[in-house]
């Protein structure tokens, strides 16, 4: 098409030399212009068909609940219907290849959790590079762990917990539900060995915590709020590097052990070459439905604190993890299978 309009061809003939500049010149401005409003033109039309939601979890989860709680709010303002579209197995890796694989138009999405910086640590080959073929849009909610003690253990913050677990060393041990990584982040920052000690669900994790079966336990502040407000468990910090919403009057972590993190989010990403004016409508789309009162509250409810940030900065958290959880896999000796 170009070739066409610049001359060349049967048309090229037909034009007098004298204007070829002036034709030229004006059908450069012509295309660049066409290019440049090739992309707001794009997002303008999404959505143009039925949304595919992909959740690389079963049905139930947390991210079930995120996903059924901004699905209506959003499918008032695109005027399209969202199919949820769950997909588990393998640490979320068989929905986010699917995802990855999929068209960039916008019409078939990602809702994946922080287990997406996991992948790169624990599995040796993924299908996909975490770093490109995924295109962070937004941040849909944040959930902050807490560590909490037992209450006949001597402590009520995190420098008196790394005083103790260095004058009992590896004498500790701290329950977690999914991936030990928190506590092995905490060993390393804190130059300690607290041992992880697994457990299937928040439930069972709770239970041996209040009966004095393990001193510590690190898990969502939903499954620990009501136990420490009852006083049977006693709150160290919480894992945010501010104060939690959900759990406001909690110490900071971070505070007494710094560079401390450990929180669940739950985020939306779309396929490798989604334009980046789409992203941005779609982001700019959930950010506005995450302020609306009723989802707000909601997402509180279940232990989620609505978050919406830009594209750039949830990729920029993407590559923290992904490189914080490299070397706490390193220094921990964890291998990749």
């Known amino acids: ?6 001359g060349r061809g ?17 059908a450069i401005g012509c295309v660049c212009g066409l290019l ?12 143009a068909k039925p949304i595919r939601l992909v959740i690389p979890f079963a049905v139930g989860g947390s991210s079930d609940a995120n996903a059924r709680i901004i699905m209506p709010a959003l499918t008032e303002r695109w005027k399209q219907q969202i199919v949820l579209d769950p997909r588990p197995g393998a640490g979320t890796v068989i929905g986010t290849d699917l995802v990855a694989k999929s068209a960039p138009d ?11 910086t996991n992948a790169p640590i624990t599995y040796a080959k993924l299908p996909y590079d975490p770093h490109t073929d995924l295109v962070p849009i937004t941040l849909v909610t944040i959930s902050p762990h807490a560590i909490v003690a037992h209450p006949s253990l001597p402590v009520r913050n995190a420098r008196e917990l790394i005083a103790l677990a260095k004058a009992r060393p590896k004498q500790m041990n701290m329950g977690n539900t999914g991936s030990p990584l928190a506590t092995y982040n905490f060993n390393m920052l804190a130059k300690v060995s607290v041992e992880p000690i697994p457990y299937k669900g928040a439930g069972p994790l709770m239970t041996d915590l209040l009966g004095g079966h393990i001193p510590l336990a690190i898990a969502a502040i939903s499954s620990v709020q009501s136990a420490v407000k ?54 700019n789309d959930v950010a506005a439905v995450l302020q609306q009162p009723d989802v707000r509250q909601r997402m509180l409810e279940i232990g989620g ?33």
């Open 230 to 283: 009852s006083g049977r468990a006693r709150i160290i910090g919480v894992g945010s590097l501010t104060p939690s919403v959900l759990f406001p009057e909690a110490p900071v972590i971070a505070d007494g052990l710094p560079g401390f993190e450990s929180v669940s989010w739950f985020g939306l990403m779309a396929p490798k070459g989604a334009a980046r004016e789409l992203v941005q409508r779609i982001r």
């Open 106 to 116: 916008g019409h078939t999405l990602l809702l994946t959790s922080n287990l997406f």
């Open 305 to 337: 604190e609505p978050v919406g940030n830009t594209p750039e900065e949830f990729e920029a958290r993407v590559r923290k993890e992904i490189a914080m959880w490299r070397q706490v896999a390193e220094v921990a000796n964890i291998k990749p299978q």
């Open 36 to 47: 440049l409003a090739t992309g707001p033109a794009f997002a303008q039309a999404f959505p």
């Open 10 to 26: 049967a048309v090229a003939a037909s034009v007098d030399p004298g204007s070829r500049s002036h034709l030229h010149s004006s």
């Open 1 to 6: 098409m170009i070739e066409h309009v610049t």
